[in-house]
C-alpha cells in the first residue's frame, strides 16, 4: 500500500486539464497523538491506542492537535473553480500571476453531455443534464469563444499592451495554478463542504481527490475518523430528534404536531411549505429507513 511519501510530487489528474499534487508536508497521525498527549512527552506506542484517541478527538470536537500537521498542494485548476476554493481563507496561498507571466493557454471544456440544468430549490445549485445534442451545439460554441478569446490576448500581446490589461477577456474556464499550504484541521473542513453532494461538480473533483487519494494516505486514522463523524455522518437538530422519537414510537399526529409547531407544516398537516429544512427532514428519515408521514 502507497504511502504519502510515495506519492508526493506525483500529479492526479482533475477535469480535463487541472491537477493536484504534494509539494511537502509536516506530520503525520502520530504529530496528532502527540499533540493531544503533550503531558505525556510521547504518543502512545500501539495504534490502536492512536487510533482511538484520533476517534475521540475528531467525535468530540476537538480540533487544535490535527492543526500540528500542515501540506502544501500545488493545483492547477479553472479560474472559475479557483474562486471558490479561494473563499476558504485559513490557508497560505500563491498564485500563477498573469500580470508576471502570459495566462495559460488552457481552459476547461465541457463534454456535450455534461451541461447541467439549473436546479429550482436552490439559486446555486444544479442538477440533471440537458439534452446532448443541445449540449453538443454549447460545447461547439464553447471551443469557438475559447479559441477567439486566445487570439484576441495573444494580439494584445503582440501590439505590445501589457499583460495585466491583455487578459481582461479570458473566459473564467482559463486555468490557473496555486500553491497551497493548509493545516490538516482546516482541510478537513474544505472537505466538508467541498466532497459534499451539493458542492459544485467541478470543486467536488478536486476535493475527492485530495481527500480519497491524499489524505487517505498521510493520515489514515484521522481519515478513517473524518469518514465516519463528518463526511457520512447524520447530523439531526433538536427538531430532528424530537419527531424522529415520535416516529420511531408510533406516535405519527404527535411528531405531525411538532413539525407544525415549528412551522414546517400547515395546520392541514400537508407539507405546503417546501422549505430547505422540511427536505432536508425528509432526506434523514429516508436514509434512516422511516416513512414520511407526511406526504
Known amino acids: 500500500m502507497k504511502t504519502l511519501d510515495d506519492i508526493v510530487g506525483v500529479p492526479f489528474k482533475v477535469l480535463d486539464d487541472g491537477f493536484v499534487r504534494v509539494i511537502d508536508y509536516m506530520g503525520s497521525d502520530e504529530a496528532v497523538v502527540q499533540a493531544a498527549r503533550i503531558s505525556y512527552g510521547k504518543g502512545?506506542?500501539?495504534?490502536?491506542?492512536?487510533r482511538g484517541?484520533?476517534?475521540?478527538?475528531?467525535?468530540?470536537?476537538?480540533?487544535?492537535?490535527?492543526?500540528?500537521?500542515?501540506?502544501?498542494?500545488?493545483?492547477r485548476a479553472p479560474m472559475d473553480c479557483w474562486r471558490q476554493w479561494i473563499r476558504h481563507r485559513t490557508a497560505n496561498v500563491n498564485e500563477y500571476s498573469t500580470r508576471y507571466s502570459e495566462a495559460i493557454?488552457?481552459?476547461q471544456k465541457t463534454d456535450p453531455d455534461a451541461w447541467r440544468k439549473q436546479t429550482s430549490t436552490n439559486k446555486q445549485g444544479s442538477e440533471d443534464c440537458i439534452d446532448s445534442k443541445i449540449g453538443g451545439?454549447?460545447?461547439?460554441?464553447?471551443?469557438?469563444?475559447?479559441?477567439?478569446?486566445?487570439?484576441?490576448?495573444?494580439?494584445?500581446?503582440?501590439?505590445?499592451v501589457s499583460r495585466e490589461q491583455?487578459?481582461?477577456?479570458?473566459?473564467?474556464?482559463?486555468?490557473?495554478?496555486a500553491y497551497w499550504k493548509i493545516d490538516l484541521h482546516n482541510l478537513l473542513h474544505f472537505l466538508t463542504l467541498r466532497m459534499d453532494l451539493h458542492a459544485q461538480s467541478e470543486i467536488r473533483s478536486y476535493a475527492n481527490a485530495i481527500g480519497n487519494k491524499i489524505v487517505s494516505k498521510?493520515?489514515?486514522l484521522t481519515w478513517e475518523a473524518f469518514n465516519d463523524y463528518y463526511l457520512y455522518a447524520l447530523k439531526l437538530?433538536?427538531?430532528?430528534?424530537?419527531?424522529?422519537?415520535?416516529?420511531?414510537?408510533?406516535?405519527?399526529?404527535?411528531?405531525?404536531?411538532?413539525?407544525?409547531?415549528?412551522?414546517?407544516?400547515?395546520?392541514?398537516?400537508?407539507?405546503?411549505?417546501?422549505?430547505?429544512?422540511?427536505?432536508?427532514?425528509e432526506r434523514k428519515l429516508a436514509t434512516l429507513g422511516i416513512l414520511v408521514p407526511w406526504t
Open 105 to 107: 493557454d488552457s481552459a
Open 237 to 281: 437538530s433538536r427538531l430532528d430528534t424530537e419527531i424522529i422519537r415520535e416516529l420511531i414510537t408510533g406516535n405519527i399526529n404527535d411528531a405531525k404536531k411538532i413539525a407544525i409547531t415549528y412551522g414546517l407544516l400547515s395546520e392541514s398537516g400537508e407539507s405546503s411549505k417546501r422549505s430547505r429544512e422540511l427536505k432536508e427532514l
Open 137 to 160: 451545439e454549447l460545447s461547439s460554441r464553447e471551443n469557438r469563444l475559447h479559441k477567439l478569446s486566445r487570439e484576441i490576448y495573444e494580439e494584445r500581446l503582440r501590439f505590445g
Open 166 to 177: 491583455a487578459r481582461k477577456d479570458l473566459p473564467l474556464s482559463t486555468y490557473t495554478e
Open 53 to 75: 484517541l484520533i476517534r475521540y478527538l475528531m467525535r468530540h470536537g476537538h480540533t487544535t492537535p490535527f492543526e500540528m500537521c500542515e501540506i502544501k498542494f500545488h493545483v
Open 218 to 220: 498521510w493520515c489514515p
Open 44 to 50: 502512545t506506542k500501539r495504534i490502536r491506542e492512536d
